[in-house]
């Protein structure tokens, strides 16, 4: 009897903390929400349980909300108020990293994507080296290669205008590419059958991460422990730990056979004043992160393995969703397509086998506007969030004060139409010089904005180009679903929920 009563007066003492926390809340941000327009709230859970929606659900949601209150609109989900922005000259405002990315920890550490201040700098300082131009340029035989791989896998696999479901295979492109090029390590997972456990396991983290993130219960680690979803999160970082210890396990054994073949034991090259490790000369990225921890810049195995881990999943899923939407879309419209294959003729004089130089992509511009227009309509990362450190003004009396949480939407600002008056159509033409005379700088955001936006975009844009070339080098591609058809899943990456399904006809 004595411990029912204990246990029930606890459980008032925490309710009664958590009722006094919601209600300062609402006290500090009730100037704010009178401001700005949002949605209807309930009390004390604001709008947290119209955010419980599955992932395909979600865009919609923030559509009506845009429609209803404009790009600028505000909600509260949990403890968290929430600032919505789809307007360029909103989203300029300067902001940090979002604590919302700190239930990454256990799966990224504390690396590149999740950290702030000096830790921040010094990594981004650290890493910026790896994607220079002339060490982007030694990856090019691996994209072509890898490319013209999946074309022969395409052709002995399916027979000219079999319908299939190219997301999977080109996941499969851009695994391998990114093990072999930024780690150095040749995993082949594009002559695998089934799916990669990587990958799934890849799949499956963003959406209990998603899932987490709008749930603010599961918020804290001893509740999530409590449910299943805690303990398959960890069978999942056994998985994904696991992949990227064994790729650094690898390059560590390469560099140790490196050391035997030289006095000195490494190779160094000097790449316009800055360092660049590797005997390959070509795996910039996990080679200044080993050198680095040689040197005692990166105390540990885990400082490598959480940059690793962070590099191979923002530089594999976002390049394959990037290139799988860009294929959609072409195969959409074989105008464009014409025009793509016409431009890839006057470079390559109709070989379709000779290896895409530096040279040719600087040729190609027609196939970027295709790809940038591609990424306008279908952004990998189509919400990113952001926290408000001190109090910023926004506008004149619109003061946003400390802990207000923005969420930056380029899906949604990609289709602004103040923006892009024909914001739904797909008109690679746009992206030419001439045509985005006057268009915000903030208008197009991609690879978000601002000091953190990502490192290796130049990286990405350069795959996204080989790869597509490539391949329209060698197949006209049409697809067999309609944009409107497309449900669309915001899981962390967009991507389609019944797939990219495509046919193809040799050229």
Known sequence: MVLLY???ALLAIIIGLVLKLFVRWDNTFSKLAKQIPGPPRVPIFGNTFQFVVTSEKLLPLLNSWIELYGHRFLYRVGTYEILGLSNPNDIEAKTVKSVDYDQFIPWLGTGLLVSNGEKWAGRRKLLTPAFHFKILERFMDVFNQQSLKFVDIIKAKFQPGEVFDITPLISKLTLDIIC????????????????SEYISAISRMKFLQQYRAFRPWLEPSFIWNYFSYGGE???????LHGFTNEVIKQRKLEHSREANDTDEGKNAENVDGENYYGGKKRSAFLDILLEAQRNGDLKSDEDVREETDTFMFEGHDTVSAGISFTFFLIGNYPDVQEKVYDELCQVFQNDSSRPITMEDIGKLRYLECCIKESLRLFPSVPIVARTIQNNFELDQDVILPPDTLVVILPYQLHRN????????????ERFLPDNSV???HFGYIPFSAGPRNCIGQKFALLEEKVVVANILRNLKLTSTQKQEELTLLSDIILHSKDGINIKYSPR
């Open 233 to 239: 999160e960890k069978n999942l970082l056994k998985i």
């Open 180 to 195: 072999e090029t930024a780690m150095g390590v040749k995993i082949n997972a594009q002559d695998e059958e089934r799916e």
């Open 438 to 440: 006057g268009r915000h």
């Open 417 to 428: 139409k103040e923006v892009y008056p024909d914001h739904l159509c797909y008109r690679p």
């Open 6 to 8: 204990l246990t029930g």
